[in-house]
């Protein structure tokens, strides 16, 4: 397996880590910063005689170190600062995912692409128009990475074992997202179950807010170790066809009553990119919230023109 990571700032360079000494595939690192993918790359190299892998890690600011890859990791981009919402990026994130995407997508025309560029629902409606064909094969991580993040919250409410915390995300990766407590579990027990509505909705939007959370600590950047464990687990079902039920931004065809536009979902994830998109028994409240969602990323993608 050849994977491609386009950006080598802080998401991009921690999913090569991770994509590389997770034994997932031989990895290139593209940048337009002259000598960071480069330097990175080698860095990582240097690292895997320690962590026992021999997958090839090279950096380059061009694409055709990229040709014949399986799998596009999309992570380019300009990162929030403190103030800034994930729409604000929205315009200069665009034109830096259509160039790559198309430099990416010329030499690897078979490839599965992983958007992660924010905002990401829209970035991924950029580069589905840009490969076009079977929208299986184009969709984006946001949903792997809002429930981490209400799993760990939950865990940590509860002071259990974050393992056994499942949870669902859905809707666009923003403040309209939507966690949904009926379908979040502590070992197959529903959350409704275990906490007061009140605590539920407190960790639901610590979770909304979990992104902008980060970014007021850090100051200067927005989270890596997250996402870019959440891109892995993405890669890694596609790579090792695992057909993993997992929530992807992925572009609906009238599942939820939502069509022609990309959104978070439970899908299943294997070698052909999504396999099936799962449409749960909402009631009417979250469908209302998700289609609420929907509006909101739909009002970006018609600013994109
Ligand atoms: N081609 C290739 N790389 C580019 C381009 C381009 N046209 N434009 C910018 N980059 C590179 C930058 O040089 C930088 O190294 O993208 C990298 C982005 O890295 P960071 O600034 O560290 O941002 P990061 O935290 O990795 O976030 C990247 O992921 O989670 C999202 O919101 C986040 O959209 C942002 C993206």
Known sequence: MKITVIGAGNVGATCAQRIAEGDLGDVVLVDIVEGLPQGKALDLLEAAPVMGHSRSVVGANGYDETTGSDVVVMTAGLARKPGMSRDDLQKMNAEIVEGAITEAHRRSPGAIFVMVTNPLDIMCEVAYRVVGGDPSRVFGMAGVLDS?????????????????????????????????????????????????????????????????????LLKT?????????????????????????????????????????????????????????????????????????????????????
């Open 148 to 216: 981490a993040r209400f799993r760990a919250f939950i865990a940590l409410e509860l002071g259990v074992a974050m393992e056994d915390v499942q949870a669902m995300v859905l809707g666009g990766h923003g403040d309209t997202m939507v966690p949904l407590p009926r379908f979040s579990t502590v070992s197959g027990i529903s959350i409704v179950h275990l906490l007061p509505a009140e605590r539920i909705e407190a960790l639901a939007q610590r979770t909304r807010d979990g992104g902008a959370e980060i970014v007021g």
């Open 221 to 305: 950047g927005s989270a890596y170790y997250a996402p870019a464990a959440a891109t892995f687990q993405m890669v890694e079902a596609v790579v090792r066809d695992k057909k993993r039920i997992l929530p992807v931004a992925a572009r609906l065809s009238g599942q939820y009553g939502i069509d022609g536009q990309y959104l978070g979902v439970p899908a299943k994830l294997g070698a052909g990119g999504i396999e099936e998109i799962i449409e749960l028994p909402l009631t009417d409240g979250e469908l209302a919230e998700l289609r609420r969602s929907a509006e909101h990323v739909r009002a970006g993608v018609e600013a994109l023109g």
